[in-house]
């Protein structure tokens, strides 16, 4: 679609145009700030006349009023035509930047085109599957290395799996039971009975002497 829009011009004058394009902008916006300069001090010139003018009007002096009123016309004249050189200059500004970027588009793209098709030419699915082959094969290498690294040899090759395991287990039983805690002692009578024969020996015994007068007493009364 673009090959139908874009004439087909060689190479060499399409890399002229296109490095010509940016000092031909600059040019034209160069132009474009001398109208607008120009175009604001006509104005101030036709500011100025108006109010000549009015001056003119005041002080009765009618011919110089009308002097100074074409020449503001003139000067609007000069304006309108400034106003139309401007336009002039955008179109072309317009133009001159969308062509501009057509063309840095179209060598973008051709450049990426080219840069694909040169990864293309480097690459092919030939060494992409012998690059894969070769990887797997190195995989499957340390695979096997690594195996043979964790077999056991010499005297570890010759232990009994299970004896290990049962004596395990035995370790783990004895400390299941050594973690239980022991059952209370049984408390023996012969302390309470010792504590009992303690006790009475430390009572203090009776006085005989004052049971016998104790005696004597009764029986005198009884008498009387």
């Not at 096997?144 to 783990?172: H, M, N, W």
Request: proline residues 4%; glycine residues 2%; hydrophobic residues 35%.
């Amino acid at each position: 679609m673009l090959k139908k829009l874009l004439p087909k011009t060689k190479s060499k004058k399409k890399k002229e145009s296109a490095s010509s394009a940016i000092p031909t902008l600059d040019r034209l916006h160069e132009t474009l700030e001398m109208l607008e300069k120009k175009e604001r001090f006509l104005q101030k010139k036709c500011s100025a006349e108006i109010e000549k003018a009015k001056d003119y009007t005041k002080s009765k002096n009618k011919n110089a009023a009308i002097q100074c009123l074409k020449k503001k016309k003139l000067y609007e004249t000069q304006i309108e035509q400034l106003s139309n050189f401007q336009l002039r200059v955008h179109d072309q500004i317009i133009m001159l930047e969308s062509a501009k970027a057509t063309t840095d588009t179209v060598d973008a793209l051709r450049s990426g085109s080219s840069a694909v098709k040169a990864i293309q030419q480097s690459v092919n699915i030939g060494d992409i599957e012998s690059a894969i082959e070769e990887a797997n094969e190195q995989t499957e290498n340390m695979r096997e290395i690594q195996q043979a690294l964790a077999t056991p040899v010499g005297a570890s090759a010759d232990f009994d799996e299970d004896e290990l395991e049962a004596e395990l287990q035995e370790l783990e039983e004895e400390e299941i039971e050594d973690e239980l805690p022991e059952p209370p002692a049984r408390q023996s009578v012969a302390p309470v009975e010792q504590l009992a024969r303690a006790k009475a020996e430390a009572a203090p015994a009776p006085k005989q002497g004052s049971d016998l007068s104790e005696l004597t007493r009764l029986q005198a009364e009884m008498a009387l």
